[in-house]
Structure formats: structure tokens, C-alpha cells
């Protein structure tokens, strides 16, 4: 089993371009998240999803965009990148309790 | 806003010793998780401990959960090298979507 994967790895785009990261699990996971990661800080909730065809706001979604088309996979999107949104993206999966972790993709919007 | 605050957040130690790392939060939970994070990587769940559980085990990690004064502890025993890593307790006080909140995290330094 692969467990979570995300693609990209790294990306860099410049202010007002558009992209969409990829999320993809395969142990049949109900629940999957989205967090971003800043400079010695923890993580911090994007969007999070509780099943296939629903998602919901987290801590910071503004700027974001999710779909959960298929159960196993989760895509974020954003429509107009800020430097503010300069970050390291993870992705995970869970079904109760532990959460299992994609490798991140490292964002850098000029 | 994080709801777990690790302390210390850093740690250097010499290998073979053991290391002790803080975790308090601010709201009832439903359980509390550690996770570690080696540089560039990925996050690895440790262990969950309950609310209603009050110490825990897993090889060489000990953790404990006072939810009267809302605090947790880590303690890792006899580190190594590899234990080098960034350690964050998250909460979970949701029911049904298990969000998860981060503290930002302890860096712990093992040296040779």
C-alpha cells in the first residue's frame, strides 16, 4: 500500500496564478484533511472532508478551494496564489483517531 | 488559534538520556495525540491517549494525561540519534470528524 500520496512535491508559482494539489489514499479512509505548515509553526487546518462529495472549512480556508469527487481523493485548490500562501501543504487520511500523513508538497508563490 | 502549547520548544540532549516534553491545551478534549516529524518529512502518529486514560505506553515512550490541569506529557527513555525530530501533541475535541488541533511542537536534538 502506497498510503498517501501527494503531487507535487514542490511547486512555484508566481502572485494570482492558479493550481491544484492532489491528495490520493488507499486504505479506504471516510475522513481526509488538508493543513498547511509555516516556519516553526505547527499545523494548521485548511479544509477537511467526512466523506465522498462533502467538505467543510477549517481553521484557516480562506483563498482555498476543496472537491472530494472519489472517496480517495482530496484536491485543493487555489484560484488567485498569494505570497501569503507560501507554506508546506499536507494532506491525510484517517478512519478514527490516527491520521496518516502524505510526504507534503512544498509551495513557494513569488 | 492552537489549542496545544508544547514546552520547551527546543531540547538538546546527549544520547542515552531521557527526554521530557510538555503539552497543555486550553479545552476539554476527546483525546490527545503525539506525532513526530523528522526534517522535510511527513508527520508519524505516535500514540493517542483517551480522556478518560491517564498513562500510556508504547516501547519506549511513556505518556500521561492530567485533563484536570489539561496537560500531557512525552517522555521519550534512553534516546537515540534517531530520535532527533520535531514532536507535536495534537487535540481532538470534536466528535465525528476528529479535527485535529496542533501545538507547535518541540524540537528535540539528540547528540552523539
Known amino acids: 500500500n502506497a498510503g498517501v500520496t501527494q503531487t507535487p512535491k514542490f511547486r512555484v508559482l508566481k502572485t494570482g496564478q492558479s493550481m491544484t494539489l492532489l491528495c490520493a489514499q488507499d486504505?479506504?479512509?471516510?475522513?481526509m484533511y488538508w493543513y498547511r505548515q509555516d516556519p516553526g509553526m505547527g499545523l494548521r487546518l485548511i479544509h477537511y472532508?467526512?466523506?465522498?462529495?462533502?467538505?467543510a472549512k477549517g481553521e484557516v480556508p480562506d483563498g482555498y478551494n476543496v472537491s472530494r469527487l472519489k472517496k480517495q481523493n482530496f484536491l485543493l485548490g487555489l484560484e488567485s496564489a498569494a505570497p501569503s500562501q507560501t507554506s508546506v501543504y499536507f494532506c491525510?487520511?484517517?478512519?478514527?483517531?490516527?491520521?496518516?500523513f502524505g510526504p507534503g508538497t512544498r509551495l513557494t508563490v513569488l | 488559534s492552537q489549542q496545544g502549547e508544547e514546552d520547551p520548544q527546543a531540547l538538546s540532549i546527549q544520547e542515552g538520556e531521557n527526554a521530557t516534553m510538555n503539552c497543555s491545551y486550553k479545552?476539554?478534549?476527546?483525546?490527545l495525540q503525539w506525532y513526530r516529524q523528522n526534517s522535510g518529512r511527513g508527520l508519524v502518529h505516535l500514540i493517542l491517549?483517551?480522556?478518560?486514560?491517564r498513562e500510556k505506553h508504547s516501547g519506549r515512550l511513556r505518556v500521561t494525561l492530567d485533563t484536570s490541569k489539561k496537560s500531557s506529557s512525552l517522555l521519550i527513555t534512553a534516546s537515540r540519534a534517531a530520535d532527533t525530530a520535531s514532536y507535536f501533541c495534537?487535540?481532538?475535541?470534536?466528535?465525528?470528524?476528529?479535527?485535529?488541533?496542533f501545538g507547535q511542537g518541540t524540537r528535540l536534538t539528540i547528540n552523539p
Open positions: 495534537a487535540t481532538d475535541a470534536h466528535q465525528g470528524a476528529q479535527k485535529l488541533v
Open positions: 491525510a487520511s484517517s478512519y478514527w483517531g490516527e491520521q496518516f
Open positions: 491517549i483517551r480522556s478518560n486514560e
Open positions: 472532508s467526512v466523506g465522498e462529495g462533502t467538505t
Open positions: 479545552t476539554s478534549i476527546n483525546n
Open positions: 486504505m479506504n479512509h471516510e475522513y
